[in-house]
């Protein structure tokens, strides 16, 4: 058996329990994790040591004696309707006064904003005040039974509008200061971490302030000459905590995995103003609320702020970086936490000079999300579950998990593979798993013969090359529609499944913005998706008025391009429907369109067939996941539909060819139909046999160069199929097991 | 037993049945229908002869006389992408070559238009033309199955774009003469009309042409001397029919029953111009393709053509009136078929003079749509089925169909009683069916009893005053959601149900537009209703971005006033949601938004309530209607849900209440909850014991002045309950009956 590729997190006070794990697993480096300490055995035990690394929150002196270089976040207050009298508005009603407290030491005139949001205009500051107010006392139970007792340093203000108009709606922008780091409320809430009287609150700071950044780069060398057994620096991460704001009832409120909020301060507003040459305002960052999602059309100042916080952060981490280097120690970047400013697909990424980045996989998306990152030496792949208590209790179901996981993953590094994988949390609770720990070891085995029996190759992909086009392209390669890291969402999981089914297909697949698109950048694609929801940066939203990219796509498609729409594709917004006389801009081309009420008057006879190349392989009726009612064919041909419209046509366009789904939810079953609907869209239909696959779908076959063919059960249940091309015996795979074969 | 009030259909032939029915129904009127004539017995059978008379397509020599005054209409050609090369489109393909032909007589420059629907822009006249040419040979099969030879005025022509840009979509508006009546064909292909040598197709004239319009009235004036019978003339209807479009495979491809699409001509246009002083260009008719339906929020342009048509319509139709009222006969309109331009609650109506008006009976909302009319002396409702070979066929059941219909309406007609009622349809049909007339003698009788026992007055109604709010306002009071008369559509019946419920229950009901409720027409309003799908006529769509709408609403409710909001009610378009941070403009009042991808971010924690006053009598989960998904509570409180999200939910703002609630399908629970929204909404909670209601909702109770209380069975099976402040024995009624009690 093989040994290494094997990251295990250990702690204090089990050195027994450590020799034999390490003995039965193998692992080549062991790590500690956010609130536990390497035991001295660690060195020892394994080749490596990798030691968590906190630059902006790690010293608990120096936050305290710096308030005013914390981190900073613009909040906007509740919705408040104004009357004929002045209007007061608490800005903390509905956050979290140990998180959060009012920046008070700025101009309030540029820094602070008050919006009438019933006419869409900003309140003159003049017309309306500021005062320090005590910190709200509400659900203050709630609070201290997960958090502690009171910061003093909660605040909230008071902001007085003097003359509002009646009945027109009001909210205040507001800089706040964060006082207590957003990962560490979780893990305090999660893991009752307020019982432990010796924890101290991490109170973030920021190098935008010079002082503090001066002060970050001289503690992390002071931290390599104390820890010179550390031979792996795992930055978790560098500055910015993506956007993570708890609400008064100490519950989360606001979680956005790619948020840019957590970035901002006075220094680096300033900054902002002398490189882009002009100022952002606090509703560029509020954003009537929406705070940027990914799922907004980003607007070019949000896309400027992306680049200022990233160029930034990526010129400091390069210092860290280096630093780390010149003491002889490998610098990896924990893809999540404070990861704002360094997406691992931005352009200033690869100038960090990181040797590894390692990431939470959840499943195939999130696994090439890591496995696809160019410019480091290494990555690694932190495995569900974290051995946290949420999962390994007397109720949990941690092999479970583990094989969802590792089914889901598997697909993708079958495709790309992880160079190293991992878990992170409390090994002592895993332990009292023995079930879970057996089921490790067979993972780690097979983890280790992907990279071993392939000789280290990547097996071959398809001819046709696919490229997902969205508001955000490259820079969010298999990050689309994701809000919290991996989790799921009655939204989202119908165009989640599209990446998710392309993470473990044999494509070469490209993440492509609409700019990209008009750049030439379909040159050599064959088959394009978009997918998700009109009027969001997945669909598009308003892109779709730009007449130059609707000509750019249906000449792509008539020249014999492959166009796979999936839930509102290319739709238009409201207005744009009602001159265009479409829904979806690409109507033309996907043969569809859907029904905003407005052409009821028209009758709809869709035109059905009942068999299809692209359905060949349903044996049972298409599942879109979630409903998408009122969707028609105009040229195109139905091949599923349900009471509410169609849910999946095809459509022939002069020289090419759409697909169109109401969505794609992850499956078996759908991924199999996404394969053969990106062969029917590039018209290699007749290549299909030619393919090497598995007339069951539940076998994923892979061709390696070496001439190696693995075939891969990913279901919980003994599957047999006939492989094309190979042998017209069926080859049997157990449940969630792969077979060598050739 | 009562007699009278009864109109029954008679045809020739069957003189000896006649006058059994006779003796046995008791009608005091008989009436012809569109393809019987009445036979010669007619007047000694009844009071009152009706015959139906067709103004503008009764006379086949004139239309044939005069094929350049026909009526006409504007329709755009298919969606044709343009190439490198001349672009030919044939603007027929499509459409029915037996309905329309190009009007090539007339100035194409100003009458036709090319629009390049890309970039949403006209493409000057020059740089396209057109020729005439023949009739497209498409389905001449299926057309000439049920639909005769080919009319011999069957042509179409050939838009040539010289220079189109390359994938971009262009389409033709032109200018169509219809060449047969819209109803006509509908009659051919429902009854097999084709089939009948004698038969010879109905070619509508416009009275817009002062020739025709001058044939018109004589032809009145001299059909009146030749039918001295008659004593009723039943118009069928005056000019211009609603927009009723074929395809050419002879199949309905377009109906609005509210269209005024086929209205138009060139005279009309130049009037319209001279009367309000600009020039309607044709794509205001053809508005991409959505042709002005009722669901597009209307623009001024349209409203001003409706306003146009109603008032010319108006003018003639008194003529025609006064016409018949000097040759001593009653002047009756049918509200369908050839109705627009005389919208019974449309500003010039009452002008015309009619005596009374009939209407088609589907439901309580048409029932009331018809019995709430102003202006004439009596109304009249026409009950379904029918009688046409579509139901009154072996397989088919008409006494199942008559007691839905009868149902329904009876809920109406105990709120505000039709005068009369009648069947419409061939005799001679319904004879073959015994249960079918026992069934109507039964309904008649019913009838005749709630106009009775009643004397004759209205039950008394609550204290709440309720309106519905939308763009249509009171022009289409009862006719809310509504495409093809009474027909359902999946889009539409869980707001369709709204009215429907209240068309039963005990309320005064106004119809409010957008408009009405800035000039201060909610003065006197207990309960505002807004209900529909955002971005339609109905909700409101761009209305909402005024703030004065906003403030005004905001202010009704907050000062003590009831708002329920159904669907996507005050939805705002994109943009508007985009910098407000709300999809529903009224969000604040409603307590509930709804989730456009944008705030997936912001966690979402319903507030639920277990029991409350509105769900109080509900013994099985909130059916909606149609699912809507994506909606959730802010600061409302949530009463019913799904895994989609929140499906009712109340709020409290500031001295009044909301009820949301994503459709109100209509059902015996539903009409109950609603009667409790309202009063829960209104704050009249407390007053619920005193209504004098019966504890189950199945059981309809009507309170009259002269002491009788009505308690209506509304379904199929027996039913019974406790009177509230009547008795505490149970009141029994058996299935689908009535009972009179005190």
């Known amino acids: 058996m093989d040994s290494g590729r094997l990251t295990l997190p250990i702690e204090e006070g089990m050195d027994s329990q450590l020799r034999e794990l390490v003995q039965r697993l193998k692992p080549d480096a062991v790590r500690n994790s956010d609130g ?42 509740r919705r408040h309707v104004g009357g004929g009298e002045p209007l007061h508005i608490d800005v903390m009603e509905g956050y979290f006064s140990q998180q959060f407290a009012p920046e008070m030491d700025c101009d309030k005139s540029k820094y602070w904003q008050v919006i009438d949001r019933t006419t869409n205009s900003e309140v003159p500051y003049g017309q309306w005040s500021v005062r320090q107010a005590p910190a709200r006392a509400i659900d203050r139970a709630a609070e201290a039974a997960n958090s502690g007792p009171q910061d003093p340093e909660a605040a909230s203000a008071i902001v007085t509008i003097e003359d509002p108009e009646p009945f027109h709606e009001y909210t205040v922008n507001f800089l706040a200061r964060q006082i207590w780091d957003s990962t560490q409320i979780y893990n305090y809430l999660t893991n009752d971490w307020a019982a432990d009287p010796n924890r101290k609150k991490d109170k973030t700071y920021d190098p935008a302030y010079a002082q503090t950044w001066q002060f970050m780069q001289r503690a992390l060398k002071e931290w390599l000459g104390e820890h010179p057994e550390v031979d792996v620096v795992r930055f978790t991460t560098f500055f910015y905590h993506f956007t993570l704001v708890f609400g008064e009832d100490a519950r989360e409120k606001y979680v956005d995995w790619f948020g840019y909020s957590a970035a901002v301060s006075v220094p680096a507003l300033e900054e902002f103003e002398r490189v882009k040459g002009y100022a952002l305002r606090p509703e560029d960052f509020v954003d009537a609320g929406y705070y940027n999602s990914p799922f907004r059309p980003p607007r070019k100042r949000f896309l400027d702020w992306i680049d200022f916080v990233s160029s930034q952060v990526a010129d400091k981490a390069k210092v860290l970086v280096e630093t780390t280097h010149e003491a002889g120690r490998e610098a990896m970047m924990f893809l999540g936490d404070n990861w704002i400013g360094t997406e691992p697909y931005g352009k200033y990424f690869s100038q960090i000079g990181l040797d590894a980045v390692v990431g939470s996989v959840g499943n195939a998306a999130t696994c090439r999300m890591i496995s696809d990152i160019e410019g480091v030496r290494y990555t690694e792949g932190r495995f569900l579950p974290y051995f946290f208590p949420d999962v390994f209790n007397p109720e949990g179901d941690p092999v479970g998990e583990a094989n969802e996981s590792w089914l889901g993953a598997r697909r993708a590094i079958i495709r790309n593979p992880l160079d190293r994988m991992g878990y992170g949390g409390y090994l002592s609770l895993a332990v009292a798993h023995p079930d879970f720990i057996e089921r490790v070891e067979q993972i780690v085995a097979e983890f280790r013969s992907l990279h071993s029996v392939s000789d280290g190759q990547r097996p071959e992909n398809s001819r046709i090359k696919v490229a997902i086009v969205n508001a955000w392209g490259s820079l969010r390669a298999w990050q689309t529609h994701m809000v919290a890291h991996a989790l799921h969402y009655r939204e989202a999981y119908s165009y989640v499944g599209v990446i998710e089914a392309l993470a473990g297909l044999p494509f070469d697949v490209k993440f492509m913005s609409f700019a990209d698109v008009q750049n030439g950048g379909l040159e050599g694609i064959d088959v394009v998706i978009n997918a998700g929801s009109a009027g969001t940066a997945f669909s598009g939203g308003p892109v779709w008025e730009d007449p130059a990219l609707v000509v750019a796509m249906r000449e792509f498609v008539a020249g014999g391009g492959g166009f796979i729409g999936v839930g509102e594709p290319t739709g238009l917004t409201a207005k744009a429907a009602g001159t265009s006389g479409v829904t979806f801009a690409l109507a033309d081309v996907l043969g569809v369109d859907r029904e905003r009420d407005w052409s009821l008057s028209t009758d709809k006879y869709p035109r059905r067939a009942r068999e299809h190349f692209v359905t060949a392989d349903l044996d049972s009726p298409f599942v879109p996941g979630e409903a998408l009612a009122g969707v028609f064919t105009t040229t195109g041909t139905s091949l599923a539909h349900t009471e509410g419209g169609v849910s999946l046509a095809v459509n022939e366009y002069f020289g090419g060819r759409a697909v169109y789904a109401t969505g794609m939810a992850y499956s078996v079953a759908n991924a199999r139909l996404l394969h053969r609907a990106i062969y029917w869209a590039a018209g290699a239909e007749g290549e299909w046999e030619q393919a090497g696959l598995c007339s069951n779908p539940a076998l994923e076959v892979a061709h390696y160069p070496n001439g190696k063919i693995l075939v891969a059960n990913i279901t919980g249940s003994d599957q047999s199929g006939i492989i094309s091309g190979f042998s017209t015996e069926p080859v049997n795979v157990p449940s969630m097991q792969v077979k060598w074969v050739k």
């Open 36 to 77: 536990t300490a390497l035991p001295a055995v660690a060195k020892e035990l394994v080749d490596k040591v990798y030691a968590t690394y906190f630059p902006s929150r790690g010293d608990h002196d120096w936050s305290r004696a710096h308030p005013d270089q914390r981190v900073h976040q613009y909040l906007m207050s």
